[in-house]
Structure formats: C-alpha cells, structure tokens
C-alpha cells in the first residue's frame, strides 16, 4: 500500500533560520513525489516534485527538496525561513492517484 | 498558467438541500478531475475520480448517490451535494490534471459548505 507520512504536526522557526519539514513514503515502484502549501481556506499550491533525475528539486518561493531514495524520505527545506512561510504543508506521493500526508503546520516567528 | 477556480468559494444551505459546486480549469484542457474533502486541521481524503464523458470512480466508503459528480467538458466538472445534513458540512476542494500529464494536480480554491 501506498502511504505518505508527515511526523511532525508542527514545525516552528525563527524569521531567518533555515527550516525543514519532514515526509517518509511508503511506495512500490518508483514515487513521484510532490509538496502543496495551503493557506487557510485556501486550496493547496503547489511548490514542487520530484519525478526523476537530480535529488535535489528546487521550486517555488524558494523552497527546495531532497529525495533520498535509501532513506525513503522528501524532506522539505528552506534556507531562510519568512514569516509569510506560516502556513500547512502536505507532502503527497503520485501512484495512480495521490496519497496526502498528514500535513505540517509551519510556524515561522518574527 | 494551469489556474483552476471552484464556484462558490462557500455556501451556507438548510439541511435536506442540494448544493452544487463547480470546478473549472481556466486555461487547460482537464481529462481527470479530483474531488477532495478536508476536515478542520486534517489532511484531504480524496472522494472520487472524475474523467470527462464517463462516471466517475468513487473511493470505498464515498456514497456515489450522494455526491454526484459530473464531467462534461474537458474545463468543468460538478459536485452535487444531495440532501445535504449537518455532517456534509465541510471545506471541499478540486483539482484538475492537465491533459496528456499524470503527474501534477493542480489545486482549486475550495469550497467552504456549510449546512444548518
């Protein structure tokens, strides 16, 4: 079975400070692997995926992340973290139909 | 590019009616829509599958009589709430594939509905 998992339900972080969000999958096969950021009663953007080719992805507003195979892990990074990075993270992994993570509620402080 | 609006972006309905919400891709061509439901501060659960000009594919659980989906162009797709309750209340969101492409959704807004 296909899964994704998300072990932290929060993540806080200082204004400037380097941030990573945690995901681990569970796939068969080769994963395509995606992280969306959800603003509250919004729908989810999209920042980035990982389909094949260099580990490391980089996407959009400055975010970036690194598929590790023997680990089995997509975790998401940022090397300076913004306020207006607050937000919720969901990790998802493409196999026929797109398994969520759990979602991580970043919190980045002044 | 690959913007894709929900209509509307939140209802409130008496209990027993059907609510309608569309999903749209503004710019692209969509073969495959999904419909999603998110709980307060949980992940979204994916309710079904929709391609254009056949039935849609319900996830278990998902009462296909309930909520009805339909595709009938290649930029709309429709989820009909029947009699709704209480317990429909929900945030539900969209999302379209791009034509040709398996492996990015992109996301709609959301739909906030709300039943007394």
């Known amino acids: 079975a296909q899964s994704v998992a998300q072990p932290e339900d929060q993540v806080n972080v200082a204004e400037g400070n380097p941030l990573t969000v945690k995901c681990t999958y569970s796939?068969?096969?080769?994963?395509?692997l995606f992280w969306y950021v959800q603003y509250p009663n919004r729908g989810l953007q999209f920042l980035l995926k990982y389909i094949t080719g260099d580990n490391l992805v980089k996407g959009s507003y400055g975010f970036e992340a690194e598929f590790n195979k023997s680990q089995t892990s997509f975790h998401l990074k940022k090397p300076s973290a913004l306020v207006s990075d607050s937000a919720l993270y969901f990790c998802?992994?493409?196999?026929?139909?797109?398994?969520f993570g759990s979602g991580t509620k970043l919190n980045v402080k002044p | 590019g690959a913007v894709v609006s929900q209509h509307p972006s939140w209802v409130i309905c008496k209990s027993g009616t059907s609510v309608k919400i569309e999903c749209r891709s503004l710019d692209f061509q969509a073969t495959t829509m999904f419909w999603y439901r998110q709980f307060p501060k949980q992940s979204l659960m994916l309710m079904a599958t929709s391609n254009e000009g056949s039935k849609a594919t319900y996830e278990q659980g998902v009462e296909k009589d309930k909520f009805l989906i339909n595709h009938a162009s290649l930029t709309l797709s429709t989820l009909t709430v029947t009699s709704a309750h209480p317990e429909d209340s929900s945030f539900y969101i969209c999302s379209a594939e791009l034509a040709g492409s398996t492996d990015t959704q992109y996301f709609g807004p959301g739909t906030r509905l709300t039943v007394l």
């Open positions: 796939v068969s096969g080769n994963p395509y």
């Open positions: 998802a992994v493409s196999f026929n139909k797109f398994y």
